[in-house]
């Protein structure tokens, strides 16, 4: 297994090198990778760096404590993501490229609402910065549950192996690195997700139906909780589920039109006449990768029911899959796939993260007449200091991979989604509207997870998942205030007619 990861991180590091070699002379290129990445590229890099190690560790993990009553999740942010590549990826290539060639969400949003004071620059960028390092942390935790699991490594070293071999790659490649390795992980996530299911599959004596449908939790962990030893029909989608729980699972489709580190793939691709093309097969792939990962979870109970062996944690099903089924080598494999979907993540994160620490603070603030050497450097600068504080987050040993991601998630959706989707559909929207649609979203969220607020005897945010209250009050904000504020100047709705005319 160690010399499969060993040949894994030569990869990855090697395309860091060429990656650095072609496209890091200019912040365009090193934030954006010159927008020509082939849509396949695009494609399997927004699906890498969307499907982080939630998809190999925390589905899998909620399918196999729960049962299908979590597929709910799977099937929201599969229609979520087509949704995405319909409403945002045509319409934000062209309107970021005839948008003074914005190269940041926040670059985009200044020069598409004439934000001349920075206002709406500066809080989307410190948005970016707080819910990614949050984000960020999450891959780590699954770096160091990988290492901590697989390797006899402490949990602590395993958050920094992770974390330095994104850095380094990331350091000196840019963007161009982060897509060419998430091409690369893209695909070694598929043949992973497809292969563990299976040869599961294969291993099971009795019939899965039967056994998953008879399930006992306090077999399926070593050290259930007490809200965790009960048994239920894992094949029930509707088990211990209220519409409202249900709606909240789907809810999650919702934060694709917010989420920067994957909307800005939709900027990079050499055309828009390639975005069929990204769409069809970054679908194929997420589809195919969503239902591996939901088999893996529902195979994996069956299995260790069947053989009377549970485990401590329920996110390192995957983990334990690979090496109870495969031979050494192939479980190598296996386990670096799991390292690609975490540090696919976290790359393009640290990406987006560096991208506002230098476009839209530094520049703006420190030193405006800044050469493009020197922002490439402050660039890379940002991704160490992002990469720091993710590790100090992540030592919480205890933190949930899926709870991190959804509090992000939500975080991002809410505060960025419905801005995204009105900034390219609707010509009435002003600046005071953006302002209060970012603040009023992002706010919302983060009250509905932290305030001490009880709804029945229940936190908020076990009540209904946040970014439902947090998108549809950031909506509202939005319209209200511009249509109750002055009409947006002569050059925005112009602007605004140029891109749909070239539509």
């Not at 990768?289 to 996110?315: C, H, R, W």
């Not at 504080?389 to 939500?410: E, G, P």
Request: charged fraction near 10%; proline fraction near 3%; charge should be negative.
């Amino acid at each position: 297994m160690i010399i499969s990861l060993a040949l894994y991180f030569i990869v990855m590091l090697g395309i860091g090198l060429y990656a650095y070699k072609q496209s890091t002379s200019d912040i365009s290129g090193y934030m954006l990778g010159g927008r020509n990445l082939a849509p396949s590229v695009a494609a399997l890099s927004a699906g890498a760096s969307d499907m982080s190690g939630w998809l190999l560790m925390g589905l899998p993990g909620a399918m196999y404590l729960f049962g299908l009553s979590k597929v709910w999740i799977a099937i929201g942010l599969v229609l979520g993501a087509w949704a995405n590549y319909f409403l945002v990826a045509p319409r934000l290539r062209v309107y970021t490229e005839k948008a003074n060639d914005s190269i940041t969400i926040p670059d985009y949003f200044a020069n598409r609402f004439a934000d001349n004071r920075n206002i709406l620059r500066v809080i989307s960028a410190i948005v970016i910065i707080v819910f990614f390092t949050l984000y960020t942390s999450s891959g780590v935790v699954a770096g160091g549950k990988l290492f901590e699991n697989s390797f006899s490594m402490s949990y602590e070293m395993g958050l920094y192996v992770t974390t330095g071999v994104v850095v380094l790659y990331t350091l000196f490649g840019g963007f161009l690195a982060v897509s060419l390795t998430d091409f690369v992980q893209g695909c070694i996530m598929f043949i992973s997700l497809i292969a563990v299911p299976l040869v599961t599959f294969t291993m099971l004596d009795q019939p899965v139906l039967d056994t998953l449908a008879n399930a006992s939790y306090d077999l399926l962990l070593s050290s259930p909780k007490e809200s965790e030893v009960h048994s239920l029909n894992m094949l029930d989608w509707f088990a211990g589920g209220s519409t409202i729980a249900i709606i909240s699972a789907l809810a999650w489709g919702l934060g694709y039109f917010g989420q920067p580190h994957i909307i800005v793939r939709f900027m990079s691709v050499r055309s828009v006449k390639d975005i069929p093309t990204m769409r069809r097969i970054g679908m194929s792939w997420m589809t195919l990768s969503a239902i591996g990962a939901v088999l893996t979870g529902l195979f994996g109970a069956a299995y260790i029911l069947e053989n009377q062996m549970p485990i401590a944690d329920k996110e390192t099903i995957f983990l334990v899959l690979s090496e109870l089924v495969f031979n050494p080598l192939i479980a190598g494999f296996l386990l670096a796939a799991i390292l690609a979907a975490i540090m696919s993540t976290i790359s393009s994160q640290l990406l987006v993260c560096s991208s506002s620490l230098t476009e839209d603070f530094y520049k703006i603030y420190l030193h405006r007449e800044a050469s493009q050497k020197e922002l490439v450097l402050v660039g890379r600068l940002s991704v160490v200091m992002v990469a720091v504080f993710a590790i100090y987050l992540a030592y919480d040993r205890d933190s949930s991979i899926l709870d991190l991601v959804s509090n992000a998630w939500a975080g991002f959706g809410a505060a960025f989604g419905p801005l995204i989707l009105f900034s390219l559909y609707w010509k009435r929207m002003n600046l005071p509207g953006a302002i209060s649609g970012m603040v009023v979203g992002a706010v919302t969220v983060l009250v509905w997870i932290y305030a001490p607020l009880t709804l029945n005897g229940e936190k908020l945010s076990a009540v209904i998942y946040e970014i439902i209250p947090g998108f549809i009050l950031s909506s509202i904000a939005i319209v209200v205030v511009s249509l109750l504020t002055a009409k947006p100047q002569q050059q925005i709705t112009a602007l605004f007619d140029e891109v749909e005319s070239s539509l």
